[in-house]
Every structure is written in structure tokens, then in C-alpha cells.
């Protein structure tokens, strides 16, 4: 898609009901694409025996990765558990590791769970008509933990790079479950062995 013209201004309605969240294209993952990354690999298989479900999906716009432009877009993360675990995005590292993102939560809840090469971790929760800085050296993952779609607007240094590599080699230290008395933050017991395939 390269409907905008990023040498000049343009604006873009990201209204859900009628904007460029209804009409442009998204690129989607569904359980099956992502299923060794929930801890719970036997829950995913049960669920993948039935059906695949729709985890998230995102617009990207086109934007020419350029140095000094902005890429921006939504990504609409829909609500469900894998066994305790919430539906999450896949998480990224940029590739360009010094490069920092926002996010702006539209509606919805959830969490944002980052963490650095170095293993030190943060989780902030993602809360409608809040905005959430990624800094710089941080992988990402946006966490649904409410029942309704979590929506996200994003934008990043357009040339950042996207290494989902890393993460979908060694897993996030950290997990965000769903337990009777709320939502929490745990370690993650399959990162050391290296978690998915
Ligand atoms: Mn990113």
C-alpha cells in the first residue's frame, strides 16, 4: 500500500468505525503463527484442534523506511487466553536498537511488557487515552488482559528495523497471566531452556 505521499502532509482518519482502521489493509497473526510462543503449549494445540483464532492485527502505511521519517499506524489486539496466558503481539526488538517508540492506548486495557539485551524488565499497563514510551534498547509486546479489543496507535523512527528473531528464540523473562485474584506479572519458566523453536 502506498496511498500517502511522505514528502508532503497528509492527514489520516483512524476512526474505527469508518477510517483507515476499517479500510486499510492489515497484516494478521493467528494462533498458529505464534503458538510456541505461549508458555502453555499444550493449551494452543487444544485451542488449534478446533479453531485459529485471530490474535492481532496491525496497518502499517507505507511509510518509506527513511531516516527521519515517523511510521505510525494501530494495531488492534483482540482479548483471549492460551491456557493463563493473555493473547500478546509477538514482540520485537528494532533493529536499530537506539530507537524508541510510543504508544498511545485508543481503548482498551492491557500491558506493555519490554526488556534490553541486559535482561532488565519493565511492564506498564496500558490504559485508554494514555500514551506508553518504549525506550530505546527495549524489545516490546503489547498484552491484552480486558475482554474487550485492546487498540493501539504507534510510531517509531521509520528506519528502526524489526528483529522478532531474538524474542521468538529466547522467550520474554516476563509473562502476564490471568489469576483468580487479577491480572499477573510472572517469571517466564520456559525462558531459560531457550522456550520456543
Ligand atoms: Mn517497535
New binding site residues.
Given amino acids: 500500500m502506498n496511498q500517502f505521499n511522505w514528502d508532503t502532509s497528509f492527514s489520516v482518519d483512524f476512526d474505527l468505525e469508518s477510517g483507515i482502521s476499517k479500510k486499510a489493509e492489515t497484516t494478521k497473526r493467528y494462533l498458529s503463527q505464534m503458538k510456541d510462543m505461549y508458555y502453555d503449549t499444550d493449551s494452543a494445540e487444544r485451542i488449534l484442534e478446533e479453531s485459529d483464532p485471530l490474535i492481532y492485527e496491525f496497518h502499517e502505511l507505507g511509510c518509506p523506511e527513511r531516516s527521519g521519517d515517523l511510521a505510525f499506524g494501530t494495531t488492534i489486539l483482540y482479548p483471549g487466553c492460551v491456557g493463563d496466558e493473555y493473547y500478546m503481539t509477538k514482540g ?1 526488538f ?1 533493529t536499530i536498537l537506539e530507537t524508541a ?1 510510543v504508544y498511545y492506548t485508543l481503548s482498551g486495557e492491557g500491558y506493555m511488557v519490554m526488556e534490553n539485551p541486559e535482561g532488565d524488565t519493565l511492564e506498564l499497563p496500558l490504559r485508554a487515552g494514555e500514551a506508553v514510551y ?1 525506550p530505546r534498547r527495549y524489545a ?1 509486546r503489547s498484552v491484552n488482559t480486558g475482554d474487550q479489543p485492546l487498540v493501539m496507535f ?1 510510531t ?1 523512527g521509520a528506519d ?1 528495523g ?1 528483529d522478532y528473531g531474538t524474542i521468538e528464540t529466547k522467550g520474554y523473562h516476563k509473562l502476564i497471566v490471568k489469576r483468580e485474584e487479577g491480572t499477573a506479572v510472572i517469571d517466564n519458566p520456559k525462558w531459560k531452556q531457550g522456550a520456543a523453536v
Fill in positions: 520485537h528494532h517508540e518504549v516490546h504507534y517509531f528502526a524489526h
